[in-house]
Structure formats: C-alpha cells, structure tokens
C-alpha cells in the first residue's frame, strides 16, 4: 500500500530556533498535502493544505509566517516551525492525497518540544 | 464550514461483544467522502472504513461496518466481536476539500 514517511518522528529545540518537518509520499504523487496539529487527548486540526507549485492554504487561526509550507514536488512537502516558542510544543501530522483524489495516507507524525 | 461531532468522549465494550460509535456531521454539499480512522497509542493513523456519499449501501470491513443515513447526516460505526487490540481513539472524518475531524471517541475494551 501507499505509503507517506514524515521525518523526524520526534525533535527537541531551544526557543528561538527553526525546526524543519518533512513529508514524503514514497510510492505515489501527492498533488495535495495537508499538515495537522494535534494535542494531547485532542483532534487533529488542520493547519494548512499544501498544493504543489502553489502557495498553501492556512485555516483561520494560523500563522502563515509562523508555519512555512513548502511542497516543491509532487512527492515532498515541508513544514517549517520559525522562531520556535514553548506553546509550539505539539504533535504534528502529514497527510497526502493521491490524485485520484480519492485516497488519503497519513505520516506517522513529529512530536515537537521546545525548551 | 464542515463540523464533525462526535457525542462520545469515551466508550467501553466487553471483548467480543459490538459496540457502536455515533458521528455526525454538517454539509450543505451532495458528494463528500466520511471515514472513521482509529489512532492506537502509536499515534499512527489507521484508516478504518471510507464511506462515499452518494453510495447508498453501507461500507463493511471484515468487523466493520457502518450505518450511514445521509438525509439525517449520520455516519455510526458498528464493530462486531471486539478484540483487545481494538482499543483506540477513533476518529470521524469528513472529506471533500480537506479532512475535518470530530473530537474523537476512546474506545476501551476489557476482557
């Protein structure tokens, strides 16, 4: 099956810095990636979608200049946490949709701390 | 905008009897998808079942089922013959441009 790797799987950062999340479809191109934050014993909400060659479309709420999204390729879509604070602490989930449009595949998440 | 409620926070069933999940949704859209993911500890996502709308019958895997009334925007999900590694949030979900989630529903399931 599809599958969709998301690197790192866990990152520890002082405050202040630029943590970099990856994700990759391995097996399929993904025209459309959505990215995910999720709190302990929460849902998961959605950022971002991420369309390759195209700006990302945030949700209401989200900082744009915060949460760099960049899908350069229909395989890789990146995250970028700028200026890294302690209230960024979180697990963040990828998701990539084939082009089908139809079928929809989850990374295996990034648990983000910030010291 | 799409919402997903689910009413359940928590849920318990004794192994190998079945328990259902309720979820709800609110479109104003005719063609979407719905999903029920399960998130074990891991934290991976699992998809569970995947429901087209304008499919009347009801989508089953294997344990699995699920009763969607689409007039009454309700999307249950029944398993049957619960197992211990059953135990999990789940997750409801409502796919037509993007993927909203409900708040999800922990299910326990004691021997």
């Known amino acids: 099956g599809a599958v969709v790797s998301q690197h790192p799987s866990r990152v520890i950062c002082k405050s202040g810095t630029s943590v970099k999340i990856e994700c990759r479809s391995l097996?399929?191109?993904?025209?459309?990636m959505f990215w995910y934050r999720q709190f302990p014993k929460k849902s998961l909400m959605l950022m971002a979608t991420?369309?390759?060659?195209?700006?990302?479309?945030?949700e209401q709420g989200v900082e744009k200049d915060k949460f760099l999204i960049n899908h350069a390729s229909l395989t890789l879509s990146t995250l970028t946490v700028t200026s890294a604070h302690p209230e960024d602490s979180s697990f963040y989930i990828c998701s990539a949709l084939d082009r089908g449009g139809e079928k929809l595949f989850f990374g295996s998440g990034t648990q983000l701390s910030v010291l | 905008a799409q919402t997903v409620t689910q009413s359940q926070p928590e849920m318990s069933v004794q192994e190998a009897e079945t328990v259902t999940l309720s979820c709800t949704y609110d479109t104003s859209e005719s063609d979407y998808y719905l999903f029920w993911y399960k998130q074990p500890p891991s934290r991976q996502m699992i998809l569970v079942i995947r429901q087209e709308a304008y499919k009347q019958q009801n989508a089953t895997e294997n344990r699995f089922s699920v009763n969607f009334q689409k007039a009454a925007k309700s999307f249950s999900l029944k398993i049957s013959d619960s197992q211990l590694g059953d135990a999990a949030m789940y997750f409801c979900a409502y796919h037509r441009q993007a993927l909203n989630f409900g708040k999800g529903t922990s299910l326990l399931v004691t021997p």
């Open positions: 991420s369309n390759e060659g195209s700006k990302a479309t945030y």
């Open positions: 097996d399929f191109q993904a025209t459309t």
